[in-house]
C-alpha cells in the first residue's frame, strides 16, 4: 500500500504563475513542501492538495514569479553606501553642485575635526551647473569652500571617479608631481591644477586611506541589504568581485573581509539568500601578476552551504566606462580620444597582452570569468581572448560572460553565442544616462548602447542586473526599460530597435542567472524539483502598460520555502 505524498506546506493559488520554463507556461498555481516547489497547475488541482497544515495564500489574480536573481549586485559595497557609512549624494537627493556643497557642510559641522567625509552618487549628468555649462565640471575648490580642514572623498554614480578636496589629496600624498597611474588618470585644469577629479584605478589614490569598516559592520550591512532585497522580491545576487584586489576600493567594499562576513553568516544561518561570488585577484590597472598571486591567496574559498554563498569565478577590470570616456572605443569620442584598456602595459598592444594573459590564468585554473568591459574595442579583445583561453585548454561548460557588454558588436555576439558564453547588461543605467551618453559618443552610438534585442536573436544568453548600487536594486525598473528604451530625464526614446519582450526581459533576471551561477537545474524557474525561491507581485503582469511596471508592488517573498517578506 503507497503512502500517499504528505500535504504541501504552502500553496499559492488563484493567480497568474509566469514559470519561466522553457515554453514560458502560466499556469494558476503552485504548491510548495518544505524548501522545494513540488506542482504547478490549475487553481482547482493546487486546492486539492492542500491539507489541514497547508497554508493556502489566495492570489485573486495576481502574479507569481520565480524569485528574482539580480546578477550583477555589489551587495556589501551597496549596504556600505547608506549612513552612518556615506552620504547620499545621488539624484534626486542633490540636483546641483550647490547642492551636494551643501550636504558636504552639514556633515562638516556634525564630525570631529579632521575626519573624513565620504559620500556616494554624484552624476553630472544631473547636476544643473553642469547641464548649464558643459564646460563647467565639480572641482576640489567647490569643496574647500565648506571643508578646508576635512578630507573629503565623494564617489560618483558609476564608481569609477572620486571628487576629493584639497585636504584629502593633501593628506594621501597627490600634489602636481603625482602621476597618472596604470589604468587611471588624476585631472588637471588648462594651467596643469589639480582639480580634484580621479578616474578609474586612480580613484585607489584616496579610497585607500578611508577608514575599514569592522567585519561586523560588514555583517550588519549585508543582513540589512538583504532584508531590503526580499521587500523587492530577490532572493538570489551575484556578488561581483571580493579579494585582494578590492583592498583599495570605497570602504573596502570589494575587499576579502566581505567574503569573510558573508561566511560567519552563512556558518550561523543568517545568510538568507542566494550569493553567487566572483573573486577580484586583481585591482583594475592590475596584472597577469596580481591574478596569479590573488588565486594564490584567495585559493577558491568554500562555505558552509554552497546554495547560500559559493565562490564559482573570477572578475577581471578590462577597461572604464563611457560617461567618463574611459571605454576603450574603435571610433573616437567626439572630444577625442578612444579611451583605454585599465590593465597593466606601457602601450596598448602590451596591455591586449596582458589581459589575454589575465583570463588564461583564470581560465586555466578552472574559473568562470566575469571581465569588466564596456567599449566595442575592449569587448572584442575580451571576447578573443576567451576564445584563445579555450583553445589552449579546452573547458566545455566554462560558461564566462562579459559584464556591461555597452557596445558589443555583432561578430563578438555571434562569437560568444557560439561558444555559449553570457552577457551581463544593466538596462536601469541605461534609462539613467542615455540623455548623457548623446553628448558623450553621439545620438547613435548612444542609441546602440546596451543592444539586449541584437544579443537575444544572436542566440547569447542575456542576463539583466542593477549593479548596485550604481542604480538602485529594482529589476522592476530594469524590466521596464528593457521594453520601452526610454530616458529617465527626458522621457526620450533611445534605440527603440533594441526593445525585448516581456518574457525574454523576466528571464534575464530570472532563469538565465540561474546559467550564469551554475543553478539552472535546482532554481530559477518554477517548476516541481526547483527550490521554492518566489515573489508575489500585487497585480497581473501580463498585458500590462510596461510604463507601470516600475509601480508594481511585491506582495510576498519566498525564500526557501519560507515566507522572508509579507506586505
Same mark, same amino acid.
Given at each position: 500500500?503507497?503512502?500517499?505524498?504528505?500535504a504541501?506546506?504552502?500553496?499559492?493559488?488563484?493567480?497568474?504563475?509566469?514559470?519561466?520554463?522553457?515554453?514560458?507556461?502560466?499556469?494558476?498555481?503552485?504548491?510548495?513542501?518544505?524548501?522545494?516547489?513540488?506542482?504547478?497547475?490549475?487553481?482547482?488541482?493546487?486546492?486539492?492538495?492542500?491539507?489541514?497544515?497547508?497554508?493556502?495564500?489566495e492570489?485573486?489574480?495576481?502574479?507569481?514569479?520565480p524569485?528574482?536573481?539580480?546578477?550583477?549586485?555589489h551587495g556589501?559595497?551597496?549596504?556600505?553606501t547608506?549612513p552612518?557609512?556615506?552620504l547620499?549624494?545621488?539624484?534626486?537627493?542633490?540636483?546641483s553642485?550647490?547642492?551636494?556643497?551643501?550636504?558636504?557642510?552639514?556633515?562638516?559641522?556634525?564630525?570631529?575635526?579632521g575626519?573624513?567625509?565620504?559620500?556616494?552618487?554624484?552624476?553630472?549628468g544631473?547636476?544643473?551647473?553642469?547641464?548649464?555649462?558643459?564646460?563647467r565640471?565639480?572641482?576640489?575648490?567647490?569643496?574647500?569652500?565648506?571643508?578646508?580642514d576635512?578630507p573629503?572623498c565623494?564617489?560618483?554614480?558609476?564608481?569609477?571617479?572620486?571628487?576629493?578636496?584639497?585636504?584629502?589629496?593633501?593628506?594621501?600624498?597627490?600634489?602636481?608631481?603625482?602621476?597618472?597611474?596604470?589604468?587611471?588618470?588624476?585631472?588637471?585644469?588648462?594651467?596643469?591644477?589639480?582639480?580634484g577629479?580621479?578616474?578609474?584605478?586612480?580613484?585607489?589614490l584616496?579610497?585607500?586611506?578611508?577608514p575599514?569598516?569592522s567585519?561586523?559592520?560588514?555583517r550588519?550591512?549585508?543582513e540589512?541589504?538583504?532584508?531590503?532585497?526580499?521587500?523587492?522580491?530577490?532572493?538570489?545576487?551575484?556578488?561581483?568581485?571580493?579579494?585582494?584586489?578590492?583592498?583599495g576600493?570605497?570602504?573596502?567594499?570589494?575587499?576579502?573581509?566581505?567574503?569573510?562576513?558573508?561566511?560567519?553568516?552563512?556558518?550561523v544561518?543568517?545568510?538568507?539568500?542566494?550569493?553567487?561570488?566572483l573573486?577580484?585577484?586583481?585591482?583594475?590597472?592590475?596584472?597577469?601578476?596580481?591574478?596569479?598571486?590573488?588565486?594564490?591567496?584567495?585559493?577558491?574559498?568554500?562555505?558552509?552551504?554552497?546554495?547560500?554563498?559559493?565562490?564559482?569565478?573570477?572578475? =577581471?577590470?578590462?577597461?572604464?566606462?563611457?560617461?567618463n570616456?574611459?571605454?576603450?572605443?574603435?571610433?573616437p569620442y567626439?572630444?577625442?580620444?578612444?579611451?583605454?584598456?585599465?590593465?597593466?602595459?606601457?602601450?596598448?598592444?602590451?596591455?591586449?597582452?596582458?589581459l589575454?594573459?589575465?583570463?588564461r590564468?583564470?581560465?586555466?585554473?578552472?574559473?568562470?570569468?566575469?571581465?569588466h568591459?564596456?567599449?566595442?574595442?575592449? =569587448?572584442?579583445?575580451?571576447?578573443?581572448?576567451?576564445?584563445?583561453?579555450?583553445?589552449a585548454?579546452?573547458?566545455?561548460d566554462a560558461?564566462?560572460?562579459? =559584464?556591461?557588454?555597452?557596445?558589443?558588436?555583432?561578430?563578438?555576439?555571434?562569437?560568444?553565442?557560439?561558444?555559449?558564453?553570457?552577457?551581463?547588461?544593466?538596462?536601469?543605467?541605461?534609462?539613467?544616462?542615455?540623455?548623457l551618453m548623446?553628448?558623450?559618443?553621439?545620438?547613435e552610438r548612444?542609441?546602440?548602447?546596451?543592444?539586449?534585442r541584437?544579443?537575444?536573436?544572436?542566440?547569447?544568453?542575456?542576463?539583466?542586473?542593477?549593479?548596485?548600487p =550604481?542604480?538602485?536594486?529594482?529589476?522592476?525598473?530594469?524590466?521596464?526599460?528593457?521594453?520601452?528604451?526610454?530616458?529617465?530625464?527626458?522621457?526620450?526614446?533611445?534605440?527603440?530597435?533594441?526593445?525585448?519582450?516581456?518574457?525574454?526581459?523576466l528571464?534575464?533576471?530570472?532563469?538565465?542567472?540561474a546559467?550564469?551561477?551554475?543553478?539552472?537545474?535546482?532554481?530559477?524557474?518554477?517548476?516541481?524539483?526547483?527550490?521554492?525561491?518566489l515573489?508575489v507581485?500585487?497585480?497581473p503582469?501580463?498585458g500590462i502598460?510596461?510604463?507601470?511596471?516600475?509601480?508594481?508592488r511585491?506582495?510576498?517573498?519566498?525564500?526557501d520555502?519560507a515566507?522572508?517578506?509579507?506586505?
Amino acid at each position: 500500500m503507497t503512502t500517499p505524498a504528505p500535504a504541501p506546506s504552502l500553496v499559492l493559488t488563484g493567480g497568474q504563475v509566469l514559470t519561466v520554463d522553457r515554453e514560458f507556461t502560466v499556469t494558476e498555481g503552485v504548491a510548495v513542501r518544505g524548501r522545494d516547489i513540488v506542482a504547478t497547475g490549475t487553481d482547482a488541482e493546487m486546492r486539492a492538495l492542500a491539507g489541514p497544515g497547508t497554508r493556502v495564500v489566495e492570489l485573486a489574480g495576481r502574479t507569481v514569479l520565480p524569485g528574482i536573481n539580480d546578477s550583477h549586485l555589489h551587495g556589501a559595497a551597496y549596504g556600505m553606501t547608506k549612513p552612518p557609512f556615506a552620504l547620499d549624494v545621488a539624484h534626486p537627493a542633490v540636483a546641483s553642485i550647490a547642492d551636494v556643497v551643501a550636504v558636504v557642510r552639514e556633515a562638516v559641522r556634525a564630525a570631529r575635526p579632521g575626519e573624513w567625509v565620504v559620500g556616494l552618487g554624484w552624476d553630472p549628468g544631473y547636476l544643473a551647473e553642469c547641464l548649464a555649462d558643459p564646460r563647467r565640471f565639480p572641482h576640489r575648490r567647490d569643496l574647500d569652500a565648506v571643508a578646508p580642514d576635512h578630507p573629503v572623498c565623494l564617489t560618483d554614480f558609476s564608481s569609477h571617479m572620486v571628487w576629493a578636496n584639497s585636504e584629502a589629496l593633501r593628506r594621501c600624498g597627490i600634489d602636481a608631481a603625482t602621476a597618472s597611474p596604470a589604468g587611471g588618470v588624476v585631472d588637471r585644469d588648462g594651467d596643469g591644477e589639480l582639480t580634484g577629479i580621479l578616474r578609474e584605478a586612480a580613484q585607489r589614490l584616496v579610497q585607500s586611506a578611508l577608514p575599514t569598516p569592522s567585519i561586523a559592520q560588514r555583517r550588519a550591512a549585508i543582513e540589512g541589504v538583504v532584508r531590503e532585497l526580499h521587500a523587492r522580491g530577490i532572493t538570489s545576487y551575484t556578488e561581483p568581485g571580493l579579494g585582494p584586489g578590492g583592498t583599495g576600493t570605497l570602504l573596502g567594499g570589494l575587499s576579502t573581509d566581505n567574503w569573510t562576513a558573508y561566511a560567519d553568516l552563512v556558518a550561523v544561518g543568517q545568510l538568507h539568500a542566494r550569493v553567487s561570488v566572483l573573486l577580484l585577484p586583481a585591482p583594475m590597472g592590475g596584472s597577469a601578476e596580481d591574478v596569479r598571486k590573488g588565486l594564490e591567496e584567495l585559493r577558491r574559498p568554500v562555505s558552509a552551504d554552497p546554495r547560500r554563498l559559493n565562490a564559482i569565478g573570477v572578475k =577581471i577590470f578590462a577597461d572604464g566606462v563611457p560617461p567618463n570616456r574611459t571605454a576603450w572605443m574603435n571610433e573616437p569620442y567626439p572630444g577625442g580620444g578612444h579611451g583605454a584598456l585599465c590593465v597593466h602595459g606601457d602601450s596598448p598592444a602590451l596591455q591586449v597582452e596582458e589581459l589575454r594573459e589575465m583570463i588564461r590564468i583564470a581560465h586555466e585554473a578552472g574559473f568562470q570569468l566575469g571581465v569588466h568591459v564596456t567599449g566595442d574595442r575592449a =569587448i572584442d579583445t575580451v571576447v578573443d581572448a576567451f576564445l584563445a583561453a579555450d583553445t589552449a585548454a579546452p573547458r566545455p561548460d566554462a560558461r564566462h560572460y562579459v =559584464i556591461h557588454g555597452d557596445f558589443i558588436g555583432a561578430d563578438s555576439l555571434a562569437k560568444l553565442a557560439a561558444h555559449g558564453y553570457g552577457v551581463n547588461m544593466n538596462p536601469a543605467i541605461k534609462w539613467t544616462i542615455s540623455d548623457l551618453m548623446d553628448e558623450v559618443v553621439g545620438r547613435e552610438r548612444s542609441a546602440y548602447q546596451w543592444p539586449v534585442r541584437s544579443a537575444v536573436e544572436a542566440g547569447v544568453r542575456v542576463c539583466a542586473s542593477s549593479d548596485a548600487p =550604481i542604480t538602485e536594486p529594482d529589476w522592476r525598473q530594469g524590466v521596464a526599460a528593457m521594453l520601452l528604451r526610454e530616458s529617465k530625464a527626458s522621457g526620450r526614446t533611445s534605440g527603440p530597435e533594441q526593445r525585448v519582450t516581456l518574457s525574454q526581459a523576466l528571464r534575464a533576471y530570472t532563469a538565465t542567472p540561474a546559467w550564469q551561477d551554475f543553478a539552472d537545474d535546482w532554481k530559477g524557474t518554477v517548476e516541481p524539483g526547483r527550490t521554492a525561491d518566489l515573489c508575489v507581485l500585487d497585480r497581473p503582469l501580463l498585458g500590462i502598460d510596461p510604463h507601470e511596471i516600475p509601480d508594481v508592488r511585491v506582495d510576498l517573498t519566498v525564500f526557501d520555502g519560507a515566507v522572508v517578506h509579507e506586505r
